[in-house]
Protein backbone atom coordinates (compact mmCIF):
# COMPACT_ATOMS: atom_id res chain seq x y z
CA UNK A 1 0.00 0.00 0.00
CA UNK A 2 2.60 2.54 0.84
CA UNK A 3 4.03 1.49 -2.84
CA UNK A 4 1.10 2.07 -4.31
CA UNK A 5 0.94 6.02 -2.71
CA UNK A 6 4.40 6.33 -4.47
CA UNK A 7 6.62 6.63 -1.09
CA UNK A 8 9.88 5.23 -1.04
CA UNK A 9 10.48 4.74 2.86
CA UNK A 10 14.51 4.09 3.58
CA UNK A 11 15.10 1.36 5.95
CA UNK A 12 14.44 2.91 9.57
CA UNK A 13 10.83 3.65 8.07
CA UNK A 14 10.41 0.25 6.30
CA UNK A 15 11.51 -1.43 9.63
CA UNK A 16 8.38 0.60 12.06
CA UNK A 17 5.76 -0.53 9.20
CA UNK A 18 6.58 -4.14 9.16
CA UNK A 19 7.45 -4.73 12.91
CA UNK A 20 5.16 -5.37 15.85
CA UNK A 21 5.15 -4.41 19.10
CA UNK A 22 5.27 -7.24 21.29
CA UNK A 23 2.63 -8.04 22.89
CA UNK A 24 0.46 -9.96 25.35
CA UNK A 25 -3.12 -9.98 25.56
CA UNK A 26 -4.77 -9.89 29.51
CA UNK A 27 -8.42 -10.86 29.41
CA UNK A 28 -10.53 -10.35 33.09
CA UNK A 29 -14.14 -10.65 34.36
CA UNK A 30 -13.46 -7.13 34.75
CA UNK A 31 -10.89 -4.20 35.49
CA UNK A 32 -12.65 -2.33 38.16
CA UNK A 33 -11.94 -2.89 41.89
CA UNK A 34 -8.39 -3.29 43.92
CA UNK A 35 -8.16 -6.86 42.80
CA UNK A 36 -7.99 -7.15 39.18
CA UNK A 37 -5.89 -3.96 39.59
CA UNK A 38 -3.40 -5.82 41.76
CA UNK A 39 -3.52 -8.61 39.13
CA UNK A 40 -3.00 -5.99 36.07
CA UNK A 41 -0.32 -4.62 38.40
CA UNK A 42 1.57 -7.52 38.64
CA UNK A 43 1.71 -8.40 35.04
CA UNK A 44 2.65 -4.88 33.51
CA UNK A 45 5.52 -4.29 35.87
CA UNK A 46 6.82 -8.10 34.90
CA UNK A 47 5.92 -7.57 30.85
CA UNK A 48 7.57 -3.97 31.18
CA UNK A 49 10.71 -5.64 32.77
CA UNK A 50 10.48 -8.27 29.50
CA UNK A 51 10.37 -5.45 26.92
CA UNK A 52 6.36 -6.48 26.07
CA UNK A 53 3.09 -4.07 26.35
CA UNK A 54 0.00 -5.12 27.66
CA UNK A 55 -3.36 -5.43 26.22
CA UNK A 56 -6.38 -5.34 28.92
CA UNK A 57 -10.02 -6.12 28.35
CA UNK A 58 -12.59 -7.38 30.25
CA UNK A 59 -14.81 -10.52 29.63
CA UNK A 60 -17.84 -8.96 32.27
CA UNK A 61 -18.27 -12.59 34.14
CA UNK A 62 -19.65 -13.36 30.51
CA UNK A 63 -18.54 -16.25 28.84
CA UNK A 64 -19.52 -15.81 25.49
CA UNK A 65 -17.75 -12.15 25.69
CA UNK A 66 -14.34 -14.11 26.65
CA UNK A 67 -14.47 -16.28 23.64
CA UNK A 68 -15.06 -13.54 21.37
CA UNK A 69 -12.10 -11.01 23.23
CA UNK A 70 -9.74 -14.23 22.61
CA UNK A 71 -11.02 -14.66 19.38
CA UNK A 72 -10.55 -10.45 18.34
CA UNK A 73 -6.61 -11.15 19.84
CA UNK A 74 -5.51 -13.60 17.10
CA UNK A 75 -3.03 -12.14 15.27
CA UNK A 76 -2.51 -9.08 17.77
CA UNK A 77 -0.71 -10.52 20.69
CA UNK A 78 2.17 -13.52 21.36
CA UNK A 79 0.48 -14.61 23.94
CA UNK A 80 -2.49 -14.40 26.54
CA UNK A 81 -3.31 -14.48 30.14
CA UNK A 82 -7.27 -15.55 30.92
CA UNK A 83 -8.86 -14.98 34.33
CA UNK A 84 -12.05 -16.74 33.80
CA UNK A 85 -13.38 -18.20 36.74
CA UNK A 86 -17.02 -18.33 34.99
CA UNK A 87 -15.64 -20.74 32.71
CA UNK A 88 -13.33 -24.04 32.75
CA UNK A 89 -10.37 -23.97 30.91
CA UNK A 90 -11.78 -26.83 28.80
CA UNK A 91 -14.58 -24.66 27.39
CA UNK A 92 -11.93 -21.46 26.36
CA UNK A 93 -8.96 -23.43 24.73
CA UNK A 94 -11.22 -23.95 21.84
CA UNK A 95 -11.19 -20.36 21.14
CA UNK A 96 -7.27 -19.83 21.04
CA UNK A 97 -5.28 -21.56 18.51
CA UNK A 98 -2.90 -24.47 19.63
CA UNK A 99 0.29 -22.39 18.75
CA UNK A 100 -0.53 -19.22 20.82
CA UNK A 101 0.96 -19.19 24.25
CA UNK A 102 -1.81 -18.87 26.89
CA UNK A 103 -2.27 -18.98 30.88
CA UNK A 104 -5.21 -19.79 32.83
CA UNK A 105 -6.01 -17.90 35.99
CA UNK A 106 -8.27 -19.22 38.81
CA UNK A 107 -10.16 -21.19 36.17
CA UNK A 108 -11.74 -24.66 37.20
CA UNK A 109 -8.45 -26.34 35.75
CA UNK A 110 -10.12 -29.87 34.24
CA UNK A 111 -9.48 -31.13 31.27
CA UNK A 112 -6.67 -28.51 30.60
CA UNK A 113 -3.71 -28.54 28.30
CA UNK A 114 -2.26 -25.15 29.04
CA UNK A 115 -0.50 -24.14 32.62
CA UNK A 116 -3.14 -23.06 35.67
CA UNK A 117 -2.58 -21.08 38.49
CA UNK A 118 -5.20 -20.28 41.41
CA UNK A 119 -5.37 -19.43 45.12
CA UNK A 120 -6.24 -21.96 47.68
CA UNK A 121 -9.41 -20.95 47.73
CA UNK A 122 -11.08 -23.84 49.56
CA UNK A 123 -8.21 -24.10 52.16
CA UNK A 124 -8.18 -20.59 53.00
CA UNK A 125 -11.69 -20.49 53.47
CA UNK A 126 -11.57 -23.60 55.52
CA UNK A 127 -9.13 -21.90 57.46
CA UNK A 128 -10.89 -18.72 58.03
CA UNK A 129 -14.14 -20.40 59.29
CA UNK A 130 -11.88 -22.34 61.77
CA UNK A 131 -10.90 -19.60 63.37
CA UNK A 132 -14.45 -17.96 63.65
CA UNK A 133 -15.11 -21.12 65.22
CA UNK A 134 -12.48 -21.58 67.36
CA UNK A 135 -13.58 -18.04 68.71
CA UNK A 136 -16.78 -19.54 69.87
CA UNK A 137 -18.62 -18.40 67.18
CA UNK A 138 -21.67 -21.45 67.12
CA UNK A 139 -24.14 -19.17 64.52
CA UNK A 140 -22.56 -17.78 61.71
CA UNK A 141 -23.25 -16.52 58.11
CA UNK A 142 -21.62 -16.81 55.28
CA UNK A 143 -22.15 -14.11 52.26
CA UNK A 144 -21.53 -16.33 49.15
CA UNK A 145 -20.01 -15.45 45.25
CA UNK A 146 -21.44 -15.94 41.88
CA UNK A 147 -23.38 -19.41 42.25
CA UNK A 148 -21.03 -20.03 38.54
CA UNK A 149 -17.84 -18.75 39.64
CA UNK A 150 -14.59 -21.09 40.59
CA UNK A 151 -13.39 -19.04 43.14
CA UNK A 152 -16.90 -18.68 44.69
CA UNK A 153 -17.75 -21.84 44.36
CA UNK A 154 -14.44 -23.12 46.24
CA UNK A 155 -14.66 -20.84 49.21
CA UNK A 156 -17.92 -22.16 49.84
CA UNK A 157 -16.43 -25.64 49.57
CA UNK A 158 -13.93 -25.02 52.18
CA UNK A 159 -16.97 -23.09 54.97
CA UNK A 160 -18.84 -25.99 54.87
CA UNK A 161 -16.13 -28.06 55.16
CA UNK A 162 -15.06 -27.02 58.14
CA UNK A 163 -18.39 -26.80 59.61
CA UNK A 164 -19.00 -30.23 59.20
CA UNK A 165 -15.52 -31.30 60.64
CA UNK A 166 -16.89 -29.55 63.43
CA UNK A 167 -20.52 -30.42 63.46
CA UNK A 168 -22.11 -27.88 63.56
CA UNK A 169 -25.67 -28.06 62.50
CA UNK A 170 -26.82 -26.74 59.52
CA UNK A 171 -29.88 -24.57 61.33
CA UNK A 172 -27.47 -22.80 62.97
CA UNK A 173 -25.77 -21.44 59.79
CA UNK A 174 -27.02 -18.96 56.80
CA UNK A 175 -25.63 -18.23 53.71
CA UNK A 176 -26.59 -14.98 51.56
CA UNK A 177 -26.10 -14.51 48.09
CA UNK A 178 -23.79 -12.01 46.68
CA UNK A 179 -22.12 -11.37 43.81
CA UNK A 180 -18.04 -10.06 45.10
CA UNK A 181 -19.66 -6.45 45.10
CA UNK A 182 -19.87 -4.49 47.98
CA UNK A 183 -23.92 -3.85 47.11
CA UNK A 184 -24.00 -7.25 47.67
CA UNK A 185 -22.29 -7.36 50.60
CA UNK A 186 -24.41 -4.19 52.03
CA UNK A 187 -27.52 -6.13 51.58
CA UNK A 188 -26.35 -8.79 53.17
CA UNK A 189 -25.10 -6.81 56.02
CA UNK A 190 -28.58 -5.00 56.50
CA UNK A 191 -30.42 -8.65 56.00
CA UNK A 192 -28.27 -9.95 58.90
CA UNK A 193 -28.89 -7.01 61.38
CA UNK A 194 -32.61 -7.83 61.24
CA UNK A 195 -32.13 -11.82 61.50
CA UNK A 196 -32.91 -12.88 65.18
CA UNK A 197 -31.26 -14.65 66.73
CA UNK A 198 -28.61 -12.88 64.71
CA UNK A 199 -25.31 -14.14 63.73
CA UNK A 200 -22.20 -13.58 65.84
CA UNK A 201 -20.07 -14.09 63.14
CA UNK A 202 -20.09 -13.26 59.24
CA UNK A 203 -17.35 -14.40 56.52
CA UNK A 204 -17.76 -12.97 53.36
CA UNK A 205 -16.55 -14.40 50.28
CA UNK A 206 -14.34 -12.00 49.53
CA UNK A 207 -13.02 -8.39 51.12
CA UNK A 208 -15.29 -6.06 48.82
CA UNK A 209 -18.43 -7.55 50.11
CA UNK A 210 -17.32 -7.96 53.70
CA UNK A 211 -16.18 -4.12 53.30
CA UNK A 212 -20.25 -4.02 52.79
CA UNK A 213 -20.90 -5.73 55.55
CA UNK A 214 -19.32 -3.71 57.54
CA UNK A 215 -20.68 -0.59 56.55
CA UNK A 216 -24.75 -2.07 56.95
CA UNK A 217 -23.75 -3.71 60.59
CA UNK A 218 -22.42 0.31 61.62
CA UNK A 219 -25.16 1.80 60.06
CA UNK A 220 -27.92 -0.61 62.21
CA UNK A 221 -25.91 0.56 65.39
CA UNK A 222 -24.11 -3.05 65.33
CA UNK A 223 -20.49 -3.09 67.00
CA UNK A 224 -18.04 -4.98 64.89
CA UNK A 225 -16.47 -7.21 66.61
CA UNK A 226 -18.72 -6.80 70.11
CA UNK A 227 -21.93 -7.82 68.25
CA UNK A 228 -20.73 -9.46 64.65
CA UNK A 229 -17.15 -10.66 63.45
CA UNK A 230 -16.71 -10.04 60.17
CA UNK A 231 -13.85 -12.00 57.75
CA UNK A 232 -13.08 -11.53 53.78
CA UNK A 233 -10.88 -13.15 52.02
CA UNK A 234 -8.33 -11.75 49.03
CA UNK A 235 -6.93 -8.84 51.71
CA UNK A 236 -7.02 -6.33 48.70
CA UNK A 237 -4.96 -3.22 49.94
CA UNK A 238 -7.84 -1.27 51.14
CA UNK A 239 -9.09 -4.04 53.82
CA UNK A 240 -6.84 -2.73 56.18
CA UNK A 241 -8.02 0.12 56.38
CA UNK A 242 -11.82 -0.62 56.73
CA UNK A 243 -13.58 0.77 59.70
CA UNK A 244 -12.46 -1.76 62.03
CA UNK A 245 -9.70 -2.92 59.69
CA UNK A 246 -10.78 -6.30 58.27
CA UNK A 247 -9.89 -9.89 59.00
CA UNK A 248 -9.15 -11.48 55.65
CA UNK A 249 -7.65 -14.25 53.58
CA UNK A 250 -4.26 -13.58 52.55
CA UNK A 251 -2.74 -14.20 49.02
CA UNK A 252 -0.47 -12.16 47.52
CA UNK A 253 -2.62 -10.99 44.35
CA UNK A 254 0.18 -8.98 42.32
CA UNK A 255 2.64 -12.01 42.71
CA UNK A 256 -0.65 -14.20 40.71
CA UNK A 257 -0.02 -11.57 38.22
CA UNK A 258 3.82 -11.42 38.14
CA UNK A 259 3.52 -15.43 38.01
CA UNK A 260 1.26 -15.70 35.12
CA UNK A 261 3.54 -13.20 33.15
CA UNK A 262 6.68 -15.53 34.48
CA UNK A 263 4.79 -18.71 32.97
CA UNK A 264 3.62 -17.29 29.64
CA UNK A 265 7.13 -15.48 29.45
CA UNK A 266 9.12 -19.19 29.24
CA UNK A 267 7.00 -20.37 26.05
CA UNK A 268 7.69 -16.74 24.41
CA UNK A 269 11.51 -16.86 25.19
CA UNK A 270 11.20 -20.78 22.99
CA UNK A 271 11.46 -22.71 26.04
CA UNK A 272 9.76 -25.89 25.32
CA UNK A 273 6.34 -25.99 26.44
CA UNK A 274 6.16 -27.89 30.04
CA UNK A 275 3.67 -30.01 30.18
CA UNK A 276 0.25 -28.40 31.73
CA UNK A 277 0.48 -28.05 35.90
CA UNK A 278 -2.14 -26.38 38.15
CA UNK A 279 -0.32 -24.01 40.41
CA UNK A 280 -1.65 -23.51 43.60
CA UNK A 281 -1.02 -20.34 45.10
CA UNK A 282 -0.75 -20.53 49.53
CA UNK A 283 -2.69 -18.37 51.86
CA UNK A 284 -2.34 -16.95 54.93
CA UNK A 285 -4.86 -15.39 57.34
CA UNK A 286 -4.50 -11.90 58.72
CA UNK A 287 -6.30 -11.15 61.73
CA UNK A 288 -7.23 -7.81 62.54
CA UNK A 289 -9.51 -5.98 64.41
CA UNK A 290 -13.05 -7.13 62.71
CA UNK A 291 -12.60 -10.13 64.22
CA UNK A 292 -11.00 -9.23 67.59
CA UNK A 293 -7.41 -9.66 65.91
CA UNK A 294 -5.43 -12.48 67.21
Avoid at 27 to 49: H, K, M, N, T
Amino acid sequence: EVARLGYSPNAAARSLITSRTSTVGVVLPDIWGEYFSEVIRGIDLSARQAGYHVLVSSSHSDAAETRDVLRAMHGRVDGVIVMSPHEPVRGLEGSLPTALPAVFLNSAPDGASRPCLSVDNRGGARAMAEHLLGCGHRRLAFVTGPASNFDAAERRKGFRDALRAAGVVAGSIVELAGDFSEESGEAAGEAIARLAPRPTAVFAANDSMAIGVLGALRRAGLDVPGDVAVAGFDDIPVARFAGPPLSTVRHDIRRLGERAFARLLSVLDGEPPSPAVREVFPFRLVLRESTGGE
